[in-house]
């Protein structure tokens, strides 16, 4: 394997890496990690394991355990255009799963404490002029602990259907959700999850997503708010031809704890992904992680993948933790690479702003937009792209 070093443009004096040519193979392959939606088949976690070392387990309360939900303080919000069908799914529908495989305890108390899941159908072809918006919020209560929401998403795009989905998180919970996107031939599918909680929130998520034969999706995560949100993306193919992006943005700021882990599994022939996540982060004990796990698999010929993530680190105190792995068992691919950069202010645009009459609270608010301005941008939802760009300013 090939190892460089290079300066990162937008976070000068950071240290960026990125590896290509020859196979790098881990001690334990990434497809070798257990899936179960047996709860029993996972231990509670202590941290020292490798999927949950950065993991403030002991602050994960009762997640780890299978509860019910507490219906009477959660509200569903649900809009959507025509064409669009809005329904439930249980065990032993045929789309009941047939996208997820839990790979943690959480998503596992999760699948079995939700009796249900919110489905929502896309028919063959349709190409919606609005997004489907889904919100979720817990109410707090005075003198009683954040409710307990297990979670289920099913969202099912069909054939060649083209379509965007925004799901929101807000208000007070303990929320163990699973997401299934099972993405159709020829379909293009953009899904949107927001994490924008209270202060007291925990939010633990796995995404799981089947993409068909030529199809695209685009996942985009925003994570703002929340004493702890961990979400973990996984992208599979069911066909040639698949495209995924996976892109987000997140701020953490005093005593929060933001983990993003992705895993795109390339086990079949000539799809690409591409990832790119952007964090800022500010006060004493903010802490963000990043793991970008991709496989690609001897089966997977022509694969073109690239994945990257930077992180701003605005005060003193705060930690991001940045992984990038590849795993390549065949040399027959396009592309793979991978690049990570952490960083601080930038003295010298700094001065060059203040010295142009600009204040220096004004001059950081500047720089920090333009850290996340070309991400925040390919959102493609106009109302999230300027509820994060105010959200950020704000920060």
């Known amino acids: 394997m090939t190892l460089t070093q290079e ?131 817990g109410k707090a209560s005075e003198g009683a602990p954040p409710p307990r929401i297990n979670d289920h998403l099913i969202v099912d795009a069909g ?65 703002l708010g929340g004493e702890i949100v961990r979400v973990c993306t996984n992208v599979r193919y069911s066909g040639p031809g698949g495209s995924a992006e996976a892109i987000g943005v997140y701020f953490a700021d005093a005593g929060q704890h933001q983990e993003h882990r992705l895993f795109v599994d390339h086990e079949t022939p000539h799809c690409l992904s591409n990832v790119e996540y952007k964090g800022a982060l500010q006060g004493d004990s903010a802490h963000t992680v990043w793991i970008g796990d991709v496989l690609i698999r001897a089966s997977a010929e022509g694969t073109n993948t690239y994945e990257l993530n930077r992180n701003l680190i605005l005060t003193d105190g705060a930690r991001a933790d940045s992984v990038p792995n590849l795993e390549i068992e065949t040399g027959e691919i396009v592309r793979a690479g991978h690049a990570s950069a952490t960083g601080r202010f930038d003295d010298e645009q700094l001065f060059y702003l203040e010295s142009r009459g600009i204040t220096e609270d004004e001059a950081r608010r500047l720089v920090v937009r333009g850290f996340f301005a070309d991400i925040v941008g390919r959102i493609g939802v106009t109302e999230v792209e300027d509820h994060v760009m105010a959200a950020i300013d704000a920060e």
């Open 7 to 137: 300066t990162d443009p937008q976070l000068p004096g950071a240290r960026v890496h990125t590896d290509s040519g020859a196979a790098y193979v881990p001690d334990q392959s990434r497809a070798e990690r257990k899936t179960s939606y047996d709860v029993a088949d996972f231990a509670i976690p202590g941290g020292r394991e490798e999927e949950w070392r950065f993991t403030p387990v002991d602050r994960l309360g009762g997640l780890f355990q299978v509860e019910p939900s507490d219906d009477s303080r959660l509200t569903l919000d649900i809009s959507a255009p025509q064409g669009v069908e809005i329904g439930s799914a249980k065990a032993g529908d045929s789309v009941f799963g047939s996208v997820l495989r839990p790979s943690d305890r959480v998503s596992a108390a999760a699948w079995a404490g939700a009796e249900k899941a919110t489905l929502v159908t896309i028919a063959n072809e349709a190409e919606l002029d609005e997004p489907v918006r889904i919100t979720i919020t």
């Open 159 to 223: 054939r060649f259907s083209k379509a965007t989905v925004v799901l929101t998180h807000k208000g007070s919970a303990e929320c163990a959700a699973n997401v299934e996107l099972r993405i159709g031939d020829g379909a293009d599918l953009t899904f949107v999850t927001v994490q924008e909680w209270d202060d007291d929130a925990i939010h633990l998520a796995q995404n799981d997503a089947l993409v068909g034969r030529d199809a695209k999706l685009r996942h985009i995560t925003v994570t």
